[in-house]
């Protein structure tokens, strides 16, 4: 059983440009969800994806969107990227109904 | 709204101590609450995981309580250890939604 995936590890980007973060769940997840953790914060969730739906969405502007593929695998885009999206993007997996909740290594985006 | 608070914001201790972070939350109408550990610049690792009706839950050293009225949890760490240090967050989940809400941590340090 493969654990939850995520690439890239780091990535550098400037103001205004826009990033793709992917995530691939854990074997026999069909739910993903996304969170994004400042410097010294605890995450905070951005959305969430159940069979390729998004299933909810946290205090986010519309530049943040995301998709989920019939694999369950996702992808976290970010348009005109400002300074303050500068953060670690975790993704989580999980199957549907209550369950923990397992979550990657992390994307650590620098903005400059 | 949710909130999440974890007290104290960090904790140094000599190896061997036995400790107790502290979590608490405002709305008492939770489905259940997680404690993970995060390890620096790295994503989260799911240590417990308490239902609402549940009071407990234990995992070799660690021992999680829930008092859901009070908005009350506590992570017992027995005998601590210096791979023990790390960020360790609480999270709550809503009923009916998957969507974590997190503290902001406690940082512990734990000396030879």
């Known amino acids: 059983e493969t654990g939850v995936t995520q690439s890239p590890t780091h990535l550098i980007k400037t103001r205004g440009q826009q990033v793709t973060l992917r995530c691939s769940s854990q074997s026999g997840h069909n739910t993903v969800s996304w969170y994004q953790q400042a410097l010294g914060q605890g995450p905070q969730f951005i959305f969430q994806?159940?069979?390729?739906?998004?299933?909810g969405r946290g205090n986010f502007p519309p530049r943040f969107s995301g998709l989920q593929f019939p694999n369950y695998s996702s992808e976290l885009n970010v348009n005109a990227l400002e300074l303050d999206d500068s953060a670690l993007y975790l993704c989580?997996?999980?199957?549907?109904?209550?369950?923990?909740?397992?979550f990657g290594p992390g994307t650590r985006l620098l903005v400059l | 709204k949710q909130e999440v608070t974890q007290i104290p914001a960090a904790l140094s201790v000599p190896e061997g101590e036995n400790l107790v972070l502290n979590c608490s939350f405002t709305?008492?109408?939770?489905?259940?609450l997680q404690w993970f550990r995060q390890d620096p610049g790295k994503g989260l690792t799911s240590l417990l995981l308490?239902?609402?009706?549940?009071r407990e839950q234990t995992s070799g050293r660690l021992n999680a309580s829930l008092d859901k009225s009070s908005g009350r949890s506590t992570l017992y760490i027995a005998a601590s250890q210096p791979g023990d240090s790390a960020t360790y967050l609480c999270a709550v989940a809503a009923e009916g939604f998957q969507k974590l809400v997190f503290g902001t941590g406690t940082r512990l340090l734990v000396s030879p």
């Open positions: 709305d008492s109408a939770i489905y259940n």
């Open positions: 994806y159940y069979r390729e739906e998004e299933n």
């Open positions: 308490i239902q609402s009706s549940q």
């Open positions: 989580a997996s999980s199957f549907t109904g209550i369950e923990t909740q397992y």
